[in-house]
Every structure is written in C-alpha cells, then in structure tokens.
C-alpha cells in the first residue's frame, strides 16, 4: 500500500533539491537588496588634496578649492 519505491524516493529527493534552491535564491535576493539600501543610505564622494593649501576638494569639481580661489581674491 504505502511502499517504498526507488521512483518515490527521487521524486521526493528531487522535489526537496528544488524547495532548497528556491529559499537559497531568495535568501540571497534579500540579502543583496538590504546591502544595497546600506549602500545608498550612505552619501560617499571621493576627495582629492589641494595642492596648494591642502585641503580636500571634491573631485567631480573641475575648479580649485575654495580656500585657495578666496585667497588669491584678497
């Protein structure tokens, strides 16, 4: 009535693999979504130093900073 098959058994194997897969994948969808909301929580921006005054200036300015760029005014 209730025996145990060698085709039952792999069925049941092979249906096990699958539902551990699927919660691996979504385990790691969650994870990398949560890493990635870290990320933006965060504003970073690289710097570079002035040469000439040495303070840090961003770089997607294209100018000088504005310590020197005041300085020369005065």
């Known amino acids: 009535m209730l025996g145990f098959s ?3 058994l792999l069925l049941l194997l092979i249906i096990l693999l699958i539902i551990w897969n699927l919660f691996k994948f979504l385990e790691k969808k969650s994870k990398s979504r949560a890493l990635n ?6 504003d970073e921006e690289d710097l ?3 040469i000439e005054c040495g303070t840090f200036v961003s770089k997607t300015e294209k100018k000088r900073c504005n310590i020197c760029t ?3 005014k005065k």
């Open 6 to 8: 060698i085709p039952k």
């Open 37 to 42: 909301e870290q990320k933006d929580q965060y």
């Open 48 to 50: 570079t130093e002035c």
């Open 70 to 72: 005041n300085a020369f």
